[in-house]
């Protein structure tokens, strides 16, 4: 269902693409947008329990895609590091597929707001807590569910692991 990498020496273990997914604080969300077009959106989000969450408001471009097309794709980079003298970067990036959808239960949409929240402002619990109660009412969290995750790296990186 889900091609595979050509360059497999190139390839990041799963362990690998978790931390890269773990230490990110952005990256960028594409869905199949309106008449056809992609629309690939940045934004900030979470990992937890092979799920991507992010929240936004409760209308929009990417909620309407989603609604049209629960399958996107999600972007990393961990590394761009350009190199002029080698006509190259060396670069590390994670790429998940999955099923996106809005958290309509109460419970569910609090907690991934917390996970959310801690990820950003891990030594302000009280802070963010009263912040989620303040938006709860106004803020969608959607839970992207994945289903294939593969990262690659440049060559050169891969060389330096070894």
């Known amino acids: 269902m889900f091609r595979e990498m050509r360059r497999k020496n190139q390839l990041l273990s799963s362990e690998e693409n978790i931390r890269i997914l773990n230490r990110g604080t952005s990256g960028v969300l594409a869905v199949s947008g309106e008449d056809n077009y ?3 959106v940045p ?3 979470v990992y937890h329990d092979n799920k991507i969450f992010f929240h936004c408001a409760i209308t929009g471009h990417k909620l309407d895609a989603i609604a049209g097309n629960e399958k996107v794709s999600f972007c990393v980079i961990d590394k761009d590091q350009v190199v ?3 006509y190259t970067s060396y670069f590390r990036s994670v ?3 999955g099923k996106a959808h809005i958290l309509d239960n109460e419970d569910e949409k ?3 707001l917390e996970i959310l929240a801690a ?17 709860f009412n ?17 060559i050169e990186l891969c060389k330096e692991r070894s």
């Open 38 to 40: 992609p629309y690939a």
């Open 43 to 45: 934004l900030s989000y």
């Open 84 to 86: 002029p003298e080698e």
């Open 95 to 97: 790429i998940v597929f």
């Open 110 to 112: 609090r907690s991934a």
């Open 119 to 135: 990820k950003y402002s891990p030594d302000l619990e009280q802070g963010r807590l009263q912040e989620i109660e303040k938006v």
């Open 138 to 154: 106004r803020v969608c969290l959607v839970e992207l569910v994945i289903e294939h995750m593969t990262g690659k790296e440049a």
